[in-house]
């Protein structure tokens, strides 16, 4: 089912509770039954990461982000695909296995019985004794010759990505003044891997860090100095969105004394901020001190950046408004029933993929005229009078409660670059039902969908004598509950979203965020 036009879907049978379900890890890997024709240029495997653990004993996690890291793979080999997946044993893992409890603050589960070691580190592991979970359920990206699994604090987790094994933790704080690291890293052609961290600065303030990593190194860092999901990157300039929801450190530390506080409970809104555009040079790294600033948004991931004619052209998943979207992501609500899950979506911030211009070249005489001059975008740039230069957007794709999100493009050929399509997985009410194709130029877009079926983000590999941009593979992992064979990978053209095969498995599979095509 290929249409441009977005067909609503319904889910009343709630078929979607079961990508939020614990499942087992395998054995040994599973045969897929394949329909279609598996293109003979995929080789190698399909990684994906996500929750797999919802509960310890009889003491259930709270929050999406809080199931510990399952670690999933599709192998592909003369046609034929087998599907297997293993649990990754970080500390929070084995420790909640081995003492049948949650023993490490996750996201939005607090960890009993010491709440004096045991608060937070997303941010500040700076006070020693601190326990930081490292259950790194986010996304898993190559470094050099070796492929780690991430979330969002300062360890990442080394793995066997052939046998799922759990090789050694890294706490990246022993190479770098940082604490977070986000799970959407950029990779340069060489596989130079670029990073954005926080570190404390002055008075307790946060100063951010870019990370470079060298593709030849065992190991890490170079550090550029100068809540943050994702960053943007064009050939010369790093662009870093801070949203208004900031994490407060004085929150932090009084959850120390508080039983049941989690990292949740620590985040708060600064609505007059509205959202900040720092702008930063590759090559020398350097800080640009113009200040651009737009209304408030809430955002996770980037779609692409790239520089024309002297403006950076930043693409991104906006969520409108000042609150947290994570308020909405409890497993309670994803659970719920249809009818209760679509209400709670009605009160939450409101999706939108919008283009944002940057001007490079600013006049301090120009104010109150529009900077952009790019002839296709409405999005504008406007200098006020104390120098502040505000940012309106241009809006690439809007549905009421219909999200593109988890974008992907072709980020071998066009990372950085004038590109013109983004795929994302649509979610709708938050539940992902659809898998969706943009044309940032025109706006046109394609959609996948087939009832009762949750996909999962959806990766581009290029087919090897491509031309076009969209010439490949789409790759995703869909749950449909009620089939005999509940999991399966499906392959869609990219040009026009048609099927080219699936590979259907006889166990379920629960929820995944990111992942990678491994050749």
Not at 418 to 426: F, I, P, Q
Not at 444 to 472: A, I, R
Not at 477 to 501: F, H, M
Request: with cysteine; proline share 6%.
């Amino acid at each position: 089912l290929s249409i441009s036009v977005l067909l609503k879907f319904e889910h009343p049978a709630g078929g979607y509770k079961k990508i939020f379900e614990t499942c087992e890890e395998l054995a040994e890997p599973l045969p897929a039954t394949v329909t279609g024709r598996i293109p003979s240029f995929l080789k190698g495997s399909l990684l994906r990461l996500g929750p797999g653990l919802f509960e310890i004993g009889d003491e259930p996690f709270y929050h999406l982000f809080d199931g510990q890291a399952l670690m999933h793979k599709f192998d592909f080999k003369n046609g034929q695909v087998t599907y297997h997946r293993k649990f990754i044993k970080t500390d929070a893992y084995v420790r909640a296995i081995t003492e049948k409890r949650v023993v490490i603050t996750e996201f939005g589960t607090f960890a009993y019985p010491d709440p004096c070691k045991n608060i937070f580190s997303r941010f500040f592991s700076y006070f020693k004794g601190v326990e930081v979970t490292d259950n790194c359920l986010v996304n898993v990206y190559p470094i050099g010759e070796d492929f780690y699994a991430v979330t969002e604090t300062n360890f990442i987790t080394k793995v066997n990505t052939d046998t799922l094994e759990t090789l050694k933790k890294v706490d990246m704080c022993n190479y770098v003044n940082i604490n977070g690291v986000t799970a959407h890293p950029h990779i340069e052609r060489d596989g130079t891997v670029y990073n954005i961290g926080n570190c404390m600065g002055k008075g307790a303030t946060l100063a951010y860090n870019i990370v470079k990593i060298p593709p030849t190194q065992k190991g890490f860092f170079d550090v550029l100095s100068f809540h943050i999901s994702s960053f943007g990157m064009s050939d010369n300039y790093f662009v870093f969105v801070e949203t208004p929801v900031k994490i407060n450190l004085l929150k932090f530390l009084s959850a120390w004394s508080i039983r049941g506080s989690n990292y949740m409970d620590c985040f708060e809104s600064n609505e007059a901020q509205g959202t900040l555009f720092h702008i930063a040079r590759k090559y020398p790294g350097e800080y640009i001190n113009d200040k651009f600033k737009g209304a408030p948004i809430g955002m996770f991931h980037h779609i692409n950046t790239y520089e024309d004619q002297g403006f950076i052209v930043v693409d991104l998943c906006a969520w409108k408004g000042i609150e947290f979207v994570y308020n909405y992501l409890w497993l309670a609500n994803l659970r719920a029933n249809w009818d209760e899950v679509k209400k709670a979506a009605m009160m939450a911030p409101q999706p939108e993929v919008r283009r944002y211009v940057i001007p490079l070249d600013i006049h301090k005489e120009e104010q109150g005229k529009n900077l952009v001059s790019l002839p296709y975008t409405t999005a504008t740039a406007v200098m006020h009078a104390d120098g502040m230069i505000w940012l309106e957007p241009e809006v690439l794709f809007s549905g009421p409660r219909q999200a593109f999100e988890f974008p992907q493009i072709n980020y071998k050929r066009f990372g950085g670059k004038n590109y013109s399509y983004a795929y994302g997985l649509g979610l709708n009410h938050f539940i992902p039902d659809r898998i969706c194709k943009l044309n940032v130029k025109t706006k046109e877009t394609w959609v996948w969908q087939e009832p009762d079926s949750y996909p999962s983000e959806p990766l581009f590999v290029q087919t090897p004598d491509g031309v076009d941009e969209d010439d490949g593979v789409l790759l995703t992992i869909v749950v449909a509950p009620g089939s005999q064979r509940p999991g399966y990978l499906l392959i869609l053209n990219a040009k026009d979203l048609s099927e080219i095969a699936r590979a259907e498995v006889e166990c379920s599979m629960p929820v995944t965020f990111h992942g990678m095509y491994k050749p």
